[in-house]
């Protein structure tokens, strides 16, 4: 990889940015100083410093973030506050976007990447990747409404769902719930449960795919995904 490339890659600034930098003679390479930003570098053998300051590259990066209601999934906004404006410089200078989104009320898993293939396979309709939420239901949520789920429910726009998995973790007059979608439609879940005359007052998303809620994240903390994680995603379905 061109050195000028991997310094614009990860941050560094704009071309004429990194390029008065390799003039001023602070970026190294294996303790060499290097002005040429053609140079070829291996970003994984070569150390490669700006001022003394290794320079980490990352291809790709993979996050996991407990987002906060009131935040937006979108990667700018002129008006809202972003999921993105809540990374950290070193991460947000990758480029990286929201696989899919929440709604604007909604907390919960969102995963964070600049991987492009691994988000489409993600979100393409013909993998059927499921999502859990749990809900807190305004009204008593019964075994009627688990079976209308399983069979699919009919949208205010005459959409008709796929097959949903409900869970009954409290009835009353609000109610508890776990729901598994593998579809995505603009507020799904809320219009799920509107579809048979119930409203949802609280929405957590917490597993996507393989992929579980850290529950030591609190709400608009966000950390990098495990190997493992990671592979289990790309390797996901099975």
């Known amino acids: 990889m061109r050195l000028d490339k991997l310094l614009a890659n990860v941050g560094y600034g704009s071309r004429k940015e ?36 290794q ?23 002129y008006h809202e506050k972003t999921v ?30 600049n991987d492009g293939g691994l988000a489409h396979k993600l979100l393409s309709p013909k993998k059927h990747v499921p999502k859990t939420y749990f809900a807190v239901i305004d009204g008593v949520v019964s075994e009627s409404d688990i079976d209308a789920f399983k069979k699919g429910v009919l949208l205010d726009d005459g959409y ?8 009954i973790l409290k009835s009353g007059i ?10 995505g ?26 992929i579980q809620l850290d529950e030591n994240l609190m709400l608009g903390e966000y950390r990098e995904l495990s190997e493992e994680e990671v592979e289990q995603l790309k390797n996901f379905p099975v």
Not at 20 to 29: A, N, R, T, Y
Not at 56 to 61: D, L
Not at 160 to 167: I, R, S, V
Request: aromatic letters at 6%; charged letters at 30%; zero cysteines.
């Open 18 to 53: 990194v390029k008065k930098l390799l003039k001023d003679g602070v970026v190294k390479v294996n303790e060499n100083v290097a002005k040429d930003g053609k140079l070829h570098v291996n970003p994984i053998e070569d150390i490669i410093t700006i001022h003394g300051d």
């Open 55 to 77: 320079v980490y590259y990352k291809e790709f990066i993979y996050l996991m973030m407990n987002k906060p209601p009131g935040v937006i999934s979108a990667t700018e906004d």
């Open 84 to 113: 993105i404006d809540l990374l950290d410089m070193e991460d947000s200078v990758l480029n990286p976007f929201p696989v899919g989104r929440l709604d604007k009320d909604t907390e919960g898993l969102l995963l964070i990447t």
């Open 160 to 167: 008709p769902t796929k097959p949903g998995e409900l869970k």
């Open 174 to 183: 609000r109610s508890d719930i776990e729901l598994t979608i593998t579809e």
């Open 185 to 210: 439609k603009f507020h799904q879940v809320k219009r799920m449960f509107e579809a048979v005359g119930k409203k949802v007052v609280y929405l957590k998303r917490i597993s996507m795919g393989p």
